[in-house]
């Protein structure tokens, strides 16, 4: 059984070992310091919810939520190399947005590369913005948005209930889901 829960300092080297199996297929070398940065900083600062997959003592996925403005912004989510096609990422969305419209978000948001983009549109995220180069050369950016209207909010609890039981993942109860 996986358990799906939140993050403590603890699981710090985790998390930055998810990211290192993603280079470079994912991220570049020059984007570890913005990570480490988030979880040191950004994540108590701004006061996101980083949750953490973990298969025993080895954390396998990680994946934070904002709340500003009426946003739930998905912030670094990441599943292990070796873990990808699992369904985990898909869980792990799904959890954030239910969290945030359960907070009273009316809409996702998110940034990610071009190659990334179709894994978020199959739940319905739209590219609202495109900005070449800004992760770096080559590297582009593109932002994305999803409505959380009650219809899709409904589509997304079913989806991920079915995928709790799907992956075999227990929820730790301080989530509140
Ligand atoms: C993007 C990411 C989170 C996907 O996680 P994953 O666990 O491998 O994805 P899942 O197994 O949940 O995939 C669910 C579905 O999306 C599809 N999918 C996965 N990645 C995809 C991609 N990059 N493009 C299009 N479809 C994708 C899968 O084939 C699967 O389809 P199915 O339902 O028909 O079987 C993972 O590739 C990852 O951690 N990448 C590195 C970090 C990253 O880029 N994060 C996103 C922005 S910060």
Known sequence: MLLLRSYTRADREGCVALFDSNV?????????ASFVDYLD?????EGIR???LVDGDRVIACGGLGLRDGEARMCWGIVHRERHGQHLGDLLLLVR???GARAGATRG?????PAVTTFFARKGFVVTRAEDDHYGPGIH????ELPL???TVATLRRELAHLLVECEVQ???????
């Open 97 to 99: 947005l239910v969290l």
């Open 171 to 177: 929820v730790s109860p301080d989530l509140g889901l």
């Open 50 to 52: 980083e949750l953490v």
């Open 141 to 144: 950016r593109r932002d994305m």
């Open 41 to 45: 900083d950004d994540v108590v600062r």
């Open 149 to 151: 209207t009650e219809a």
């Open 109 to 113: 948001g998110l940034d990610t590369i």
């Open 24 to 32: 470079p297929a994912f991220f570049a070398p020059a984007e570890r």
